[in-house]
């Protein structure tokens, strides 16, 4: 596989076994505000039965869940990590759920891809799905 063009990813039935496994998910870069697909995101999902866990640098909390600065301060598994930062933030988040060492899955939304990210965290042993929005896959399972 060329990983420069060709992006990592789930196939459609490991995506669909991710959200079987999954209970609990950090969304890094939920925004407070009701207007961004961020807030959409995380409101449908946890109106579908995830915990979720907002990542933000600012308030204390959204969508009535505290808030939570970075994913080291997070004091309980984290099953998936969704990520709606640039594309060069998610290296960083990587590094984090490998630091972390409990994260199941890192999911980027739609536009965000980034390669060297992905691989690093398939080599950790983390599912990895790229360009994807949890809230579409998830309502057409």
């Not at 039965?49 to 869940?65: Q, S």
């Amino acid at each position: 596989m060329d990983y420069e063009t060709a992006t990592i990813n789930s196939s459609k039935e490991e995506i669909k076994e991710i959200f079987e496994n999954t209970k609990t998910i950090a969304i890094v870069g939920l925004s407070p505000d009701p207007s961004k697909a961020s807030n959409m995101v995380g409101s449908y999902l946890k109106s579908a039965g995830f915990k979720i866990v907002p990542v933000y640098p600012k308030g204390d909390e959204i969508l009535g869940e505290k808030v939570y600065k970075t994913l080291d301060e997070i004091p309980f598994k984290i099953d998936m990590v969704d990520v709606f930062r640039k594309a060069e933030v998610i290296d960083t988040v990587v590094d984090a759920c490998i630091k972390r060492g409990d994260i199941d899955c890192v999911w980027t939304q739609l536009g965000l891809v980034n390669n060297s990210a992905a691989l690093k965290a398939k080599n950790a042993g983390i599912k990895v799905v790229q360009d994807y929005c949890t809230k579409i896959e998830h309502a057409y399972m």
